[in-house]
T-cell receptor, first 113, second 114 residues
């Protein structure tokens, strides 16, 4: 069975500083990996995905994520955080031939001015 | 614009009552999903459907039922057997022809037991 761990419930950064939101996963075989963002009382929005190839994936709003197969990690990063980046972030994993994704418990990102 | 519409946005259920949450998509997606979100617990899969007239139980299907009679629609019924239904419910869809695609989510329905 697949699983996702987001080890930090909360990440706090100052505006303009780099941010990292961590994600590790467990799955049989090669996975698809995703990051989503959720604003209060809204559905999740897709940010980026890793399929294969380059380990650094670029997505929406200046976010990127680094895939590390040996560490089974897929950390979300942004070089310079904005206050508007404050939200709840979810990592998800889906095995290549599976129809459903498994989500982590989410990490609340707070960017302070 | 294509997307997923969930209704109602807020729903109140009395004890012992069944309620149905609506999910409609015009994205021509084959796969549809229902997740439940509770604070600090992330998203948990209730049911999913990869094709019309077929659906599978997720991790927490007890007390819930679904139907998939049309490609566009995947309603979720919360039955009286679900003892703790207060939560935020999210519907999602995915292009069944592309396994690498992410989900498109609706805006959610917040269900409260009164």
């Amino acid at each position: 069975a697949q699983s996702v761990a987001q080890p930090e419930d909360q990440v706090n950064v100052a505006e303009g500083n780099p941010l990292t939101v961590k994600c590790t996963y467990s799955v049989s075989g090669n996975p698809y990996l995703f990051w989503y963002v959720q604003y209060p009382n809204r559905g999740l929005q897709f940010l980026l995905k890793y399929i294969t190839g380059d380990n650094l994936v670029k997505g929406s709003y200046g976010f990127e994520a680094e895939f590390n197969k040996s560490q089974t990690s897929f950390h979300l990063k942004k070089p310079s955080a904005l206050v508007s980046d404050s939200a709840l972030y979810f990592c998800a994993v889906r095995p290549l031939l599976a129809g459903k994704s498994t989500f982590g418990d989410g990490t609340t990102l707070t960017v302070k001015p | 614009d294509g997307g997923i519409t969930q209704s109602p946005k807020y729903l109140f259920r009395k004890e012992g009552q069944n309620v149905t949450l609506s999910c409609e998509q015009n994205l021509n997606h084959d796969a549809m999903y229902w997740y439940r979100q509770d604070p600090g617990q992330g998203l948990r899969l209730i049911y999913y459907s990869q094709i019309v007239n077929d659906f599978q139980k997720g991790d927490i299907a007890e007390g819930y039922s679904v139907s998939r009679e049309k490609k566009e629609s995947f309603p979720l019924t919360v039955t009286s057997a679900q003892k703790n239904p207060t939560a935020f419910y999210l519907c999602a869809s995915r292009n069944g022809n592309s396994l690498s695609d992410g989900y498109t989510f609706g805006s959610g329905t917040r269900l409260t037991v009164v």
